[in-house]
């Protein structure tokens, strides 16, 4: 059963937020950030975004309180686009979508954008090539948790219903291709 959810995936810098709010403006939905529930439980502890993700490795309760809220939200919500590594595995029903992009143009991105939550809440390194590493830290972290976890690879695009690469795609173009492919899956 299809629901009128979109579950947004995709690499550090790819564009999830900026695509899933924009989406969700465009159809008058709902939008939910399980990477904001996430900084904020980091914020919560003093700890940074990837050493929320390395002790979320030995402490799996992270995890799961964000994870409870997705599989919450997927039981009682409709009309709503979530962007999340995981959601897409506790919402099947949901059009899929996974925004990928080298992790170096993503250090690049993040950096020129000035983007205050994220400068804030992560230890972040002023040279794009550093910046790059630790985001890979962060996707090998996310990577062994999720495997352990749930036997999951959220960055295999096989879960997918639509791929997009955001280094060959403005925000416009991405955010247009999702509510189109959107549009077709429903009709489907």
Known sequence: MKKHIITIAGRPGSGKSTTAKAVAEQLGFQHFSSGDLFRAIGRERGIDVLQTNLSAEENAEVDHIVDGRLREIGKSEDQLVVDSRLAWHWMPFSFKV???LDLLEAAQRILASG???RLENEKVHMDPEEYAKILQRRLDSESRRYKKLYDVDPY?????D????TAKHNIEQTIQQVIDAYTEWREQ
């Open 98 to 100: 996974f925004l990928n």
């Open 115 to 117: 983007d205050s939550r």
């Open 156 to 160: 295999d695009t096989a879960h997918y």
């Open 162 to 165: 639509l791929v997009i690469d």
